[in-house]
């Protein structure tokens, strides 16, 4: 199985270019993630969906948008990228309820220069 | 609402050294609890996990964690590291609201000596 797939792996960015981050989930799962993941912040949640139809913000919202686009994909959108998101950024999702396990992708390294 | 705290951001120990790495968190009933590893380049992978019963649960790779309610604390223990073990780990404490979300602490990076 492949669990949760993020693309792409890796991408550079000048600032004030728009970028989507990709998720997909093959486990069928309702719940799914975005964090953010800086040196010393530990994992800090940007945006997540409960569910096929609805999202909600998270601890860092600012600067991002979610889509879920349908119960596998849920993307994330830089509109005008600024030096202060370079990041690694992980999907991840959850079966329903927010005391199950989360599953994790291989997260997207992002640089803007 | 719920907390975890991981007192050590570095640990280093020598390879065949028993590890035990620190969690506390903070939650006003009986938290289910979580251990998770990032090896370099990867996203987070489940070690183990405690919702009820059994206050010493057996994960993978040889990994256990003890749930003490007294102390709020959930370490995690391996007798003997093996050089594959250097990682980062994140403890993560979740509530029995459904509504509630995981909260992860901002982990341990474990450092293993030849």
């Known amino acids: 199985n492949a669990g949760v797939t993020q693309t792409p792996k890796f991408q550079v960015l000048k600032t004030g270019q728009s970028m989507t981050l990709q998720c997909a989930q093959d486990m069928n799962h309702n719940s799914m993630y975005w964090y953010r993941q800086d040196p010393g912040m530990g994992l800090r949640l940007i945006y997540y969906s409960a569910s096929e139809g609805t999202t909600d913000k998270g601890e860092v919202p600012n600067g991002y948008n979610v889509s879920r686009l349908n119960k596998r994909e849920f993307s994330l959108r830089l509109e005008s990228a600024a030096p202060s998101q370079t990041s690694v950024y992980f999907c991840a999702s959850q079966p329903g309820q927010g005391n199950q396990p989360q599953h994790f992708g291989d997260g997207t390294r992002l640089s803007i220069l | 609402a719920q907390s975890v705290t991981q007192p050590d951001i570095h640990i280093t120990v020598s390879e065949g050294a028993s590890l035990e790495l620190r969690c506390n968190y903070s939650?006003?009933?009986?938290?289910?609890l979580f251990w998770y590893v990032q090896s370099p380049g990867q996203g987070l992978q489940l070690l183990l996990k405690?919702?009820?019963?059994?206050?010493l649960v057996q994960g993978i790779k040889g990994f256990e964690a003890e749930f003490k309610r007294s102390q709020s604390s959930f370490n995690l223990r391996k007798p003997s590291v093996h050089w594959s073990d250097a990682a980062e780990y994140f403890c993560a404490v979740a509530s029995m609201n459904r509504d509630d979300k995981i909260i992860f602490g901002k982990g341990t990076r474990l450092h293993i000596l030849p």
């Open positions: 939650y006003g009933a009986t938290p289910y």
């Open positions: 405690y919702f009820s019963g059994d206050t």
